[in-house]
T-cell receptor
Framework: KAGVTQTPRYLIKTRGQQVTLSCSPI?????VSWYQQTPGQGLQFLFE???????NKGNFPGRFSGRQFSNSRSEMNVSTLELGDSALYLC???????????FGDGTRLSIL | AQSVTQPDIHITVSEGASLELRCNYS??????LFWYVQSPGQGLQLLLK??????LVQGIKGFEAEFKRSQSSFNLRKPSVHWSDAAEYFC????????????FGTGTRLTIIP
């Protein structure tokens, strides 16, 4: 069974640009969550989608947004990139409530 | 608000020695608790989970953890570590309405010496 797939694995952008990251869940997983991991702040929850609806949202500015498609694939978008957005962005998926999350290998975003 | 504390930033143990990584949580009801491991450049792999029932849970790779409600702890243990266990370990708590939003501790980096 294929795991959670995140693309691209690495990305380099400059300040002010925008970026879109993609996450393909494990087959049958309908919930997709996104996390940001940085050395200073650790792992922080961004948002979670289920059946194309955002159900939970963390404390991030509106520049961070996401969406989920009917096939459960999800994208997150970051606009007007700042140096502090450099991080590993992790996607996690699960079947539904009460089930453990499975993580992808992440997208490493570097802002120059 | 829920929170997780991992008091040890870095632990070094000898190969073959026993291991205990500490985790304390704060949550108003019975939590969902998890331990994940992360190797460099990779995502998080689930080691074990606690939802309810038996307070001693077994996981993959020979790890186990014990839920102690009175101490708000969920410590991870392994009787004999292997060099391949060197990694970063994260404890996490999810709400009992669903664990799609996890709150993580700051992690414990484990170094194994021969």
């Amino acid at each position: 069974k294929a795991g959670v797939t995140q693309t691209p694995r690495y990305l380099i952008k400059t300040r002010g640009q925008q970026v879109t990251l993609s996450c393909s869940p494990i087959s049958g997983h309908r919930s997709v969550s996104w996390y940001q991991q940085t050395p200073g702040q650790g792992l922080q929850f961004l948002f979670e989608y289920f059946s194309e609806t955002q159900r939970n949202k963390g404390n991030f500015p509106g520049r961070f947004s996401g969406r989920q498609f009917s096939n459960s694939r999800s994208e997150m978008n970051v606009s007007t990139l700042e140096l502090g957005d450099s991080a590993l962005y992790l996607c996690a998926t699960c079947v539904g409530p009460g089930q453990p999350q499975h993580f992808g290998d992440g997208t490493r975003l570097s802002i120059l | 608000a829920q929170s997780v504390t991992q008091p040890d930033i870095h632990i070094t143990v000898s190969e073959g020695a026993s291991l205990e990584l500490r985790c304390n949580y704060s949550y108003g009801a019975t939590p969902y608790l998890f331990w994940y491991v992360q190797s460099p450049g990779q995502g998080l792999q689930l080691l074990l989970k606690y939802f309810s029932g038996d307070t001693l849970v077994q996981g993959i790779k020979g790890f186990e953890a014990e839920f102690k409600r009175s101490q708000s702890s969920f410590n991870l243990r392994k009787p004999s570590v292997h060099w391949s266990d060197a990694a970063e370990y994260f404890c996490a708590v999810g709400s009992n309405f669903g664990n799609e939003k996890l709150t993580f501790g700051t992690g414990t980096r484990l170094t194994i010496i021969p």
